[in-house]
């Protein structure tokens, strides 16, 4: 009887609350003043803050068929884009640059490097643009936080965030397709980045240019369809982009880093050197076909992809000690050649 009459003073006590509480005053979120608009400043370091700085110097890259990203370099017009994004174009095709306050410019490509994935573009009858602050890629962190802008699947001017989820980290441009010429020594970030937004920057928290966002991994890419973000793009270090998209900008040529051997993967891990470049700086170096590269520099080697894209990092003439297996050391200077384009 104690057990039930508890609970029948309960359910009595809880109606009688319920009555009284229909029976008080209304009230309306729809009937509340809204709140005083934001006018402060937006706070330093903030993506909002980066968004402000950086969007104005990307546009739209448009070919016919396709479209990517890019960012502005010089206030006469000049865009860095991807290679992929304008190759269609090259044989004479219609370029146009869609900038972010709507209004739009002809283009023509200065000079594009397919083995970097990077081309220079000119916007025809402008001035006064924004111009995109270059950083420095060597100072990145894993796990340090990033911003990526561009235009993914035609939405102009899209902002999203992320962190750098790993570095050097050899890709080739044209996915597992791709051939060794196109292998990149990318920055991985896990900010979404999604088909048009090649060519397009990715940021510091400073707003400055720390990559070219080139590729995406997508699992379930096929040739009917495009895949989307699974939180894997890679991007192309602007220490690397930055030395290419000036020699383009200037001569409309690039020249490529090099180390004067053909390789392959060795199966104890590591980079096999298969064939020397009679003259090249691995034959000076003492390099012979058979060694098998372990380390370039401070950075351990476990495939001919991450050879090539360690030397890809690299600007011709720097000297770079080589470990090879057994634990020999080589002093390699590297060298240089034209690209050449196909």
């Known amino acids: 009887m104690l057990a039930v009459g508890g609970?029948?003073?309960?359910?009595g006590g809880y109606l009688g609350y319920q009555a009284a509480d229909r029976s008080g005053p209304v009230t309306n979120a729809l009937n509340t003043a809204p709140p005083a608009q934001q006018t402060g400043n937006a706070p330093e370091g903030?993506?909002?803050q980066v968004a402000q700085?950086?969007?104005p110097t990307v546009v739209q890259v448009q070919v016919q068929g396709g479209a990517g990203s890019g960012f502005v370099i010089s206030s006469d017009g000049l865009v860095v884009t991807n290679n992929h994004v304008v190759e269609s174009a090259a044989s004479g095709g219609a370029i146009k640059v869609q900038f972010q306050d709507g209004r739009s410019a002809s283009a023509k490509i200065v000079g594009r490097d397919p083995s970097s994935d990077v081309a220079v573009v000119k916007a025809d009858g402008v001035?006064?643009?924004a111009t995109a602050e270059l950083g420095n890629s060597g100072d990145l962190k894993i796990g340090q936080q990033v911003v990526a802008v561009g235009s993914p699947f035609d939405l102009n001017g899209t902002v999203t965030s992320g962190i750098v989820s790993s570095l050097n980290r050899p890709v080739r441009a044209g996915g597992e397709g791709g051939s060794q010429a196109t292998v990149l020594n990318a920055i991985q970030t896990d900010a979404a980045i999604n088909p048009g937004n090649s060519g397009g920057p990715l940021v510091n928290m400073k707003g400055q240019v720390v990559g070219i966002n080139s590729a995406i991994y997508s699992p379930n890419t096929t040739q009917s369809a495009q895949g989307g973000s699974v939180g894997i793009g890679f991007a192309i270090p602007i220490d690397q982009a930055r030395r290419t998209a000036k020699e383009l900008s200037e001569t409309g040529k690039a020249t490529q880093t090099v180390l004067g051997i053909q390789v392959t993967d060795d199966r104890d891990g590591g980079a096999q050197?298969?064939?020397?470049?009679?003259?090249g700086a691995a034959e000076q170096a003492g390099l012979k076909a058979g060694d098998v590269i372990t380390k370039f520099g401070d950075r351990a080697i476990d495939s001919s992809d991450?050879?090539?894209a360690a030397v890809r990092s690299r600007a011709p003439g720097e000297k770079v000690q080589l470990t090879l297996s057994g634990g020999r050391t080589v002093e390699v200077t590297l060298g240089s050649q034209p690209v050449e384009i196909r």
């Open 46 to 48: 903030s993506i909002e």
């Open 306 to 308: 991450a050879v090539v």
């Open 7 to 11: 609970v029948a003073g309960g359910v």
């Open 273 to 279: 050197v298969r064939e020397v470049t009679p003259g």
């Open 53 to 55: 700085k950086v969007l």
């Open 127 to 129: 001035s006064g643009l």
